[in-house]
T-cell receptor, first 114, second 113 residues
């Protein structure tokens, strides 16, 4: 799996947008960008994933640069419950047998403050 | 979406005993299950990959005789920590790929005393 680099921590005011960056300069052409988050003492929760186009779902938006070497996860209106560790991972798509074998970096600890 | 049920959510055991952790896929068939370990304030580290009906594949540095993995059916994978010691105290998490994406169990907090 390609290595990812994320800032260790970020703060965000409640109600504001949280923008979490991720660098993945060695990403391969068949690798997707996945984002998960982990709230203390729970299993990681899937947020969103994409290949090259920007993606949006009910939780977040994912912006991937044209060269695919970096991406940004956007939580449009952060709440206190969004405080968690956010992991950016790159790996082959769903139907690759090794797809679930994810290499987790250290992630970004997002703290949403009132 | 896909649901993986992991239990127990926490367990305390005495040093030298064995502990079994179960992960069940509730609404899909999981041919492959991934087992992770997470120490406090650290990221998830992949321990092994289990495939239904065959031997598990262990990551470098993970003792296969200590962490026994069984994946006897398409809906159940188990991890047994044998002869547990305090240094095995950790958060253990399973993961699989189901319909529409990847799912993680809720994790098991193991404390060996």
């Amino acid at each position: 799996d390609a290595k990812t680099t994320q800032p260790p921590s970020m703060d965000c005011a409640e109600g504001r947008a949280a923008n979490l960056p991720c660098n993945h300069s060695t990403i391969s052409g068949n690798e997707y960008v996945y984002w998960y988050r982990q709230i203390h003492s729970q299993g990681p929760q899937y947020i969103i994933h994409g290949l090259k186009n920007n993606e949006t779902n009910e939780m977040a938006s994912l912006i991937i640069t044209e060269d695919r070497k970096s991406s940004t996860l956007i939580l449009p209106h952060a709440t206190l419950r969004d405080t968690a560790v956010y992991y950016c991972i790159v790996r082959p798509g769903t139907y690759n047998t090794n797809a679930g074998k994810s290499t987790f970096g250290d992630g970004t600890t997002l703290t949403v403050k009132p | 979406g896909a649901v993986v049920s992991q239990h127990p959510s926490w367990v305390i055991c005495k040093s030298g005993t064995s502990v079994k952790i179960e992960c069940r896929s509730l609404d899909f068939q999981a041919t492959t299950m991934f087992w992770y370990r997470q120490f406090p304030k650290q990221s998830l580290m992949l321990m092994a990959t289990s495939n239904e009906g065959s031997k598990a594949t262990y990551e470098q540095g993970v003792e296969k005789d200590k962490f026994l993995i069984n994946h006897a059916s398409l809906t159940l994978s188990t991890l047994t920590v044998t002869s547990a010691h305090p240094e095995d105290s950790s958060f253990y998490i399973c993961s699989t790929q189901g319909l529409g994406g990847y799912t993680f169990g809720s994790g098991t907090r193991l404390t060996v005393v």
